[in-house]
């Protein structure tokens, strides 16, 4: 009999039947370094902009140019285009609601921006649909995240001997590494546990599972040292639901090694003089959610200005970026931001696009069981994108870059999944017809 394990070690692209390019030149470069420059990146608030903005838009326009112009693309696949189309819904949703809005450039502004977030997105999805370039693409978005969390590692290093680098913390010694506010450090860091988590128990070495659990420990240090509340809460939730997956797999003493690094994150934090306080603070976001406290009390005043404000704009909302003009700050929560900012309109084509990529994220954990080389992160990416879904419920998100690229793996590696379990399939009936002729 033919063994069937074999097929399992052959390397992405190369299965028998499965027509996939190989991911060369200039676009595929600078489509990695716009990725591992990701964490340095953010779109910023009217009226201020920074060079790392041009220069991330500046790579992401040669990986566009040379896609187009090399044609070397597949077709995009039905749900491609699904999600093209509910980011066009959004594209309206977003220009429908400047209509006589009080301040047009702060608008302007931000709308340039959203288009090309909208538009990164989609086009990132189609280009790396193909197996091999998704594989590329998501390793240089990890190293995004290991230099980032290198960053953080030294930082808490210094803080530990007494030393605040503005390049590392925040004025209230709240660890930022490579970002400006450290929510941010913890929305991003928190992302990633639940990919984390499952690297470690899939891993097939005691190097690898050392490494990965490694990771994960230091993911859960500085989310706790950034002070976040929301990112706490969210780091902790991940790393509940991928405890919870393992156990229901027969992964018994999961739970075990969970607790284990939660309490060895906890105690790193707590020696170091500098996080006392910031540890606390963090930890104040799982008292609050048990004693039923969704939110502060600043908060509550912010979601009811935000309702407010859709009372008296339904239909096309306050206008995007305005809000923060007029009273100084954004609404920290997005659903209700893009309620004030674009009205019932941008918040139906919100809904739908969350919708319709959490559909996909679940189809993906589906379709990952006949393909073992996506199962972690298809898995990751979903239990991700619930605690990115999570966390929006305290913070405005949706100008976040990673947000955005997030939502464009999750459909590229539906369009990646499908090829791949075809190239499967095709094998597996080889191989049962080259074990009929050998019986």
């Not at 093209?84 to 309206?92: D, E, N």
């Amino acid at each position: 009999m033919v063994q069937r394990k074999r097929l399992n070690k052959r390397p992405i692209g190369r299965l028998r039947g499965a027509q996939f390019h190989r991911p060369r030149g200039l676009d595929i470069v600078a489509l990695q370094v716009m990725l591992v420059a990701l964490p340095w990146v953010r779109l910023e608030v009217y009226p201020r902009i920074t060079w790392a903005d041009v220069a991330f838009a500046g790579a992401f326009g040669v990986f566009l140019g040379r896609a187009l112009w090399t044609h070397k693309v597949p077709r995009p696949k039905t749900w491609v285009w699904g999600y093209g189309f509910l980011l066009l819904f959004w594209v309206m949703a977003v220009l429908f609601s400047g209509m006589n809005v009080p301040h047009v450039s702060p608008f302007l502004f931000d709308v340039a921006g959203l288009l090309y977030l909208s538009g990164m997105s989609w086009f990132l999805a189609y280009r790396v649909g193909n197996p091999q370039t998704l594989s590329r693409a998501w390793n240089a978005f990890l190293i995004g995240l290991w230099t980032c969390m290198a960053f953080g590692l030294v930082g808490i290093i210094l803080g530990m001997q007494g030393t605040w680098p503005s390049w590392f913390y925040s004025h209230a010694r709240k660890l930022t590494a490579t970002f400006k506010y450290p929510n941010q450090l913890a929305n991003f860091v928190a992302l990633f546990v639940p990919w984390l988590w499952g690297e470690s128990m899939r891993a097939d070495s005691t190097r690898r599972r050392l490494w990965y659990s490694l990771g994960l420990f230091l993911a859960l240090v500085e989310v706790l040292a950034t002070g976040s509340r929301t990112g706490t809460v969210v780091a902790l939730v991940g790393l509940a639901l991928s405890v919870g997956w393992s156990v229901l797999q027969g992964q018994r003493r999961s739970w075990i090694v969970g607790g284990s690094l939660l309490v060895g994150a906890m105690l790193v934090n707590w020696i170091s003089h500098s996080s006392f306080r910031v540890i606390r603070r963090s930890l104040t976001g799982i008292s609050a959610v048990f004693t039923g406290q969704v939110t502060d009390a600043f908060r509550y005043h912010n979601w009811h200005l935000a309702l407010d404000l859709f009372a008296q704009h339904i239909l096309k909302g306050y206008g995007i970026a305005n809000i923060a003009v007029d009273y100084g700050y954004e609404i920290h929560n997005t659903y209700l931001a893009v309620l004030a900012d674009m009205g019932i309109l941008g918040t139906l084509a919100f809904i739908f696009l969350v919708l319709y990529v959490t559909y996909l994220a679940w189809e993906n954990v589906r379709w990952a069981r006949v393909v073992p080389e996506w199962r972690g992160m298809a898995q990751g990416l979903l239990l991700g994108l619930l605690g990115e879904l999570l966390f929006a419920t305290q913070h405005l998100i949706y100008r976040e870059r990673h947000l955005w690229v997030w939502f464009a793996f999750v459909v590229a590696l539906h369009a990646a999944l499908k090829r791949t379990r075809m190239s499967y399939v095709w094998n597996h009936r080889r191989l049962d017809e080259e074990a009929g002729r050998t019986e």
